[in-house]
């Protein structure tokens, strides 16, 4: 027999809310077009007036109403503003759709505005930076209290979060074979602890819990969790999480793009140091809460004129991500961590993170480049028909031709993908 447990259906499943958002930002209108609607709104009059002073001036000067009316036929034609319609959402819907293929999904084209600005990337550290599945290395019991019932209480507590370190103390518990003790009145405090009622006496798990006995543990190799009886320490956790193997080169690509990478760590200074430095972070901050890393933000932002994006995958980090003129999310990351964000990266690959910017950039620069085209066109097209230069067939022919040339210029950015990505065999990959 076959057991299928069924976690999600239709619009909830990853590829539904994939399919959702694209669409979503797909029919969404863009900044730079309600630019392109005002201009529309005057382009479209005064080519009217346009093609009426020109057929009254070759009617007056040639007094010949035929070639007065083929000249102001031929402004029109020429005219079209199909281009200039076209410019815009052909460029848009390319973009987004090379940035799904490559795992990046944009929840709105406001998104591409902020993005082209980035200066500087704030990182997460455990889950974002670090692969986001810790190991328990270790522990300590303090004189007085009983293994199992150490872990039983962990169990309870830890269940109810999903930080990585919380899984792997549940699954450490689980292998040893034991079940969550009886612990009522759980409350969180996101980036601080996890507290309860056992027996009447207060229980809590956390890394930085203030008591009077003694200083909190410092781990010199990864991060420490304490748990409390009554405010009186019980155990003492260990955990190790190394960096993910494509952290460093996600850095360093954005180092090539001239932008600056932080880290706002939750975890203690000691290890977000650790992982820090070897990564080559240009600040590390840690034992952040996250009110401070909403605090830090607004550093940056006031620091760098705003351009700071964020980038986490955890409810600690919503704050964050809300607040950071780009949020960018893991897709592995919590529920309420990829709904705040702007960009949601499908594969926890932190190389895409350069890319999101650089497709965000890639888009805008084809719109402008799709609008310059149609100008173009229509700033030479225009004086040569209604001086008499162009007969409406070949000045349809031009219209089509600048409509041609403003699909064909969005096509090829649906051919984009990210730098890093392996060319296939006789080609190579757009930058």
């Known amino acids: 027999a076959v057991d299928i447990k069924v976690t999600a259906l239709g619009p909830e499943t990853r590829l539904g809310r994939m399919t959702s958002l694209v669409e979503m930002t797909q029919l969404s209108e863009a900044p730079i077009q309600k630019l392109v609607d005002r201009v529309s709104a005057v382009f479209v009059p005064s080519i009217l007036a346009l093609a009426a002073i020109t057929f009254a001036g070759w009617a007056w000067w040639a007094g010949d109403l035929e070639t007065a009316l083929i000249n102001a036929v031929a402004v029109l034609v020429i005219a079209c503003p199909c281009a200039l319609g076209l410019a815009t959402p052909t460029a848009l819907v390319a973009g987004t759709g090379a940035a799904a293929r490559a795992g990046i999904l944009i929840r709105d084209f406001e998104t591409l505005e902020r993005a082209r600005s980035i200066r500087c990337v704030a990182f997460d550290k455990t889950g974002t930076l670090t692969q986001g ?11 007085g209290f009983d293994e199992r019932e150490v872990f039983s209480v962990a169990l309870a507590l830890e269940e109810v979060s999903e930080h990585p370190l919380a899984k792997a103390l549940v699954g450490e518990a689980k292998a040893r074979g034991i079940a969550p003790a009886q612990v009522s009145t759980i409350r969180i405090i996101p980036g601080q602890s996890i507290s309860g009622i056992r027996n009447g006496k207060t229980v809590s798990i956390g890394k ?50 001239g932008i600056e990478s932080v880290m706002l760590s939750g975890d203690n200074q000691a290890t977000a140091n650790r992982i820090g430095k070897a990564l080559g972070l240009s600040a590390i901050l840690g034992d952040l809460s996250p009110q401070d890393k909403l605090n830090e933000i607004g550093v940056l932002r006031q620091r760098f004129g705003g351009g700071v994006a964020f980038v986490g995958d955890g409810v600690n980090d919503a704050p964050a991500l809300a607040a950071a003129d780009v949020g960018i999310a893991l897709s592995t990351g919590t529920d309420i961590a990829r709904e705040t964000a702007a960009f949601t990266l499908m594969r926890p690959d932190l190389r895409l993170v350069g890319a999101a910017l650089a497709i965000a950039d890639r888009t805008r620069r084809t719109i402008r480049q799709n609008l310059g085209w149609a100008f173009i066109y229509n700033v030479i ?51």
Do not use: C
């Open 208 to 257: 930085t819990i203030n008591r009077g006995d003694a200083q909190p543990h410092q781990n010199a190799t990864g991060t420490s969790a304490e748990l409390l009886f009554d405010n009186t320490l019980a155990a003492t956790f260990d955990f190790a999480d190394e960096a993910r193997p494509e952290a460093a080169a996600a850095i360093s690509d954005l180092q090539q793009l």
């Open 133 to 143: 599945k810790a190991q328990l290395t270790g522990f300590r019991i303090a004189l």
């Open 381 to 431: 097209g225009l004086p040569l028909a209604a001086f008499g230069y162009l007969s409406p067939i070949f000045a349809g022919a031009a219209m089509a031709f600048s409509s041609v040339s403003v699909v064909t210029n969005s096509a090829y950015l649906a051919t984009w993908r990210p730098s890093f990505a392996k060319a296939t065999p006789g080609k190579a990959a757009p930058s």
